[in-house]
């Protein structure tokens, strides 16, 4: 992503939980995870493909 923008969202417990967990498995931050994730979840909704995090589609 080219340009960062602070935002605060509440989530439950759990979904916070899972998601550092799958962060630390993916040596990625929490914050880049969940960037990761709706990136792909949105880019999955316009039927195109994201690249992981090797480059690779």
Do not use: C, H
Not at 7 to 32: C, Q, V, W, Y
Request: proline share 4%; no cysteine.
């Amino acid at each position: 992503m080219p340009t960062s923008v602070q935002t605060n969202i509440r989530l439950p417990r759990g979904i916070k939980d899972r998601l550092k967990d799958e962060a630390r498995r993916n040596r990625r931050s929490l914050s880049a995870e969940i960037a990761f994730r709706l990136e792909r979840s949105l880019n999955n909704e316009d039927g195109r493909s994201v690249q992981n995090e090797n480059g690779n589609s």
